[in-house]
């Protein structure tokens, strides 16, 4: 079958192709060469059940995240739901910039972050951790005058009730947002914005842990 790569990762490759006549995403993890081979499987297959795993517990939450149509593990392959005419979070954000005056530019983030937010706090009131939050890692689908938020790459994901991942959870997507937008500083306000809008009962504790997470990472920083 002919495939089209799309991109390489330290982990996956991803592949433009087709199962059963439709266009899909092709996600292959390749062997680690440094792992051994039986330990590298091992971890491959976690790797894959847990995203198989996420993917179902985010559409019963009413999280929107693609379909894995197929799971080949000796392959080490997903075949994935392709959203043909949707864009990365990161590039929503900096077309609009490019384009918007100030003002409107401020109206569409925000509306985009608060809804980020709460899909975020769905998913962990829901226990469910992504792992690896970043604006590359949310895709914008447009749809008749609105478009949908789409959740994508859960190879990192992992289902956990604790608070301390769940604040390590944001303050990887505080990181990510202050690596890659560092000139719409707000952005993260406004998400949080909308997480406290879905977080639960819980939220507080998870939002105490953030705070924790945050400062101990500041001070990894001073120190060096």
Known sequence: ????????????RLYLGKYEGETCLIKERFVKKYRHPDLDKQITRRRMKAEMKTAARCLAAGVLVPKVLHLDYPAHTLYIEYYANAKTAKEFIQETVATQEPGETMKILQDLCCRIGVI???????HIIHGDLTTSNI??????????????????????????????????????????HSEQPY??????????????????????????????????TMIG
């Open 1 to 12: 079958m002919d495939k089209e790569i799309i991109k390489q990762g330290a982990e996956a």
């Open 139 to 180: 895709l914008i689908d447009p749809q008749e005058n609105k478009y949908d938020i789409v959740f994508i790459d859960f190879g990192l994901s992992h289902y956990d009730k604790g608070a301390e991942r769940k604040g390590v959870d944001l303050y990887v997507l505080e990181r990510a947002l202050l690596s890659t």
């Open 120 to 126: 975020i706090g769905r998913m962990h009131f829901d």
């Open 187 to 220: 952005l993260f306000d406004f998400i949080m914005e909308g997480y406290r809008v879905h977080c639960g009962a819980e939220g507080l504790l998870v939002l105490a842990k953030f705070e924790e997470v945050r400062a101990r990472g500041r001070k990894r």
